[in-house]
């Protein structure tokens, strides 16, 4: 069985561009969740799908990042514009439900020069 | 508010030596805690976990984590580490009895191992 898929690995691009993260849960999870580890810092929760629908996004920062998550299948986190401070790795994560156990993609290293 | 504390950043053991790793949370609840490792160019791989009943919990790798509530603490420990464990290390807690789904993560330590 597949594990959770997060691509591209690493992205680089200039301040005011945007970047769009692309992240491939695991079969069947309906759950679907997005964090980020911004200057070797803890590691923090951006949001929460339950299917298409958003159950939690109080960890977004700002209306810079969008998440969406077409027909409760794969998501995607755009940032738009991108600013120094985005910079960091992002994580998605997809379980069956919130009780069980998060499994946890490779990451997409983003730097934003 | 909900937080997790691990306060070393960065620790050095040599190989074959025991190790433990320290975590201290604040939950408003009985917590959910969980120890993660990330190896260089994997991702977030769970190691042991803790949600009730025995207070030592046993993990992969030859791993353990002990769950302390008058301490409030879930430190990882293991007898003798091998030159493969080095990497960093997360505790993190939630979710647990509350509707909350988000994992709340500690700062990370750093391991690396001495030949």
Redesign the interface.
């Known amino acids: 069985e597949a594990g959770v898929t997060q691509f591209p690995s690493h992205s680089v691009i200039e301040k005011g561009q945007t970047v769009t993260l692309r992240c491939d849960p695991i079969s069947g999870h309906d759950n679907l969740y997005w964090y980020r580890r911004v200057m070797g810092k803890e590691i923090k929760f951006l949001l929460h799908f339950v299917k298409e629908s958003k159950q939690d996004e109080s960890g977004m920062p700002n209306n810079r990042f969008l998440a969406e998550r077409t027909g409760g299948t794969y998501s995607t986190l755009k940032v738009q514009p991108a600013e120094l401070e985005d910079s960091g790795v992002y994580f998605c994560a997809s379980s069956q439900d919130i009780y069980n156990e998060q499994f946890f993609g490779p990451g997409t290293r983003l730097t934003v020069l | 508010a909900q937080s997790?504390t691990q306060p070393d950043i960065h620790i050095t053991v040599s190989e074959g030596a025991s190790l433990e790793l320290r975590c201290n949370y604040s939950y408003g609840a009985t917590p959910y805690l969980f120890w993660?490792v990330q190896s260089p160019?994997?991702?977030?791989?769970?190691l042991l976990?803790y949600f009730s009943g025995d207070t030592l919990v046993q993990g992969i790798k030859g791993f353990e984590a002990e769950f302390k509530r008058s301490q409030s603490s879930f430190n990882l420990r293991k007898p003798s580490v091998h030159w493969s464990d080095a990497a960093e290390y997360?505790c993190a807690v939630g979710?647990g009895y509350s509707?909350?789904?988000?994992?709340?993560?500690?700062?990370?330590t750093r391991l690396s191992i001495r030949p």
Do not use: D, M, N, R
């Open positions: 997790v993660y160019g994997q991702g977030l791989q769970l976990k997360f979710p509707s909350a789904s988000k994992i709340i993560f500690g700062s990370g």
